[in-house]
Every structure is written in C-alpha cells, then in structure tokens.
C-alpha cells in the first residue's frame, strides 16, 4: 500500500510540474485568466525552425568571422549564408524541414570545411558545428606509408589476398 501511494504521489507531481510549465496547457496554468469568471484564451505559437551553430579551430579555439553557408542535402543547393560572429557563432533562421549540411568557406568561396549532416523537422531547433582540420605540410601525402595505401584500396575493392600457385622461389 505505502509503494502505490508513493507511486501516485510522484505522477501526481510530474503532472502538475508539467502542467505549471505549460506543457500539458499550453501557456501553463495562469496564462490568460483575469479572474474567475473569464476564459483562459491561449494562441498557437509558431515555432520558427532555426540551426545554431559555431565554427572552432582545429585547437578548439573559435573562428571569428567565418563565412558559412547552408547546403539542402535533398536540392543541392545552398539556402542560406551567415558570417559568424566573433565568437564563430552563427544562425540560420525560418528554415524549411529537411536535410542539410554546413560549409565552411574561404577565399573565393572555397568549401575548406563540412560539418556534420542533420535532419531538421518544421518547429524544431537544431545545435551544430564545424571544426577545421589540422594543417598538414604539402608533402606529408607524398611520402605516406604506401603499403597501406595499397592494402587499404585493395580491400575496399574486394580483393582479400593475392598470391601465387608456383612453389615458392626462395630455398626452405
């Protein structure tokens, strides 16, 4: 008996919690009413469908001033441009739903960084970033370990070993 009377007294809680906060009658308890005669009147609030987003260095440090755009992923093409602030935050407000993609653009609007992909449905807010990579030196490509580069193509072209039926040449 005492378990189910805790138990009742916990939603009973949550309910009038969620209630006062307005999720249960939107506007919450007191919205609208001018005493006790009076109709609580509460209007639908349109939600505006936003991407809050910022822009780091690959320290972690932010990057003031970026240019970003937002790409529709379903398009392909770019639905809106920000500058980020000095803190490398940016907004892009009164989006439709879809999904989308953030470009980090230099000189020349060159893509020089890509954040994350995401879905964004009508009303929501969506929370995102980009992060720059680490800068590498011109030839650090060139002089790579080219054995892995090789397997690496190798496996992801199906091909699991390679070998030969003839004995092998050196003596056992």
């Known amino acids: 008996m005492q378990m189910n009377l805790n138990y009742r007294r916990t939603i009973a809680a949550s309910l009038a919690c969620a209630a006062l906060a307005g999720l249960i009658c939107p506007g919450g308890l007191l919205a609208g009413t001018r005493g006790p005669s009076t109709r609580a009147r509460t209007a639908p609030v349109a939600r505006s469908t936003s991407v809050h987003g910022v822009v780091w260095n690959a320290d972690n440090t932010p990057f003031p001033n970026a240019k970003v755009r937002l790409r529709n992923l379903q398009t392909g093409r ?19 739903g879809g999904s989308y993609v953030i470009e980090l653009v230099g000189d020349a609007s060159k893509v020089i960084a890509l954040g994350q992909t995401f879905r964004i449905e009508p009303g929501e807010t969506v929370a995102t970033f980009v992060r720059l990579g680490a800068r590498q030196p011109r030839l650090a490509g060139l002089f790579s370990n080219t054995a892995a580069a090789v397997i690496s193509a190798a496996s992801s072209a199906g091909v699991t070993a390679i070998g030969s039926q003839a004995p092998p040449a050196s003596p056992q």
């Open 78 to 96: 770019i639905d809106a441009s920000a500058a980020a602030n000095e803190n490398g935050q940016f907004t892009f407000e009164s989006l439709e």
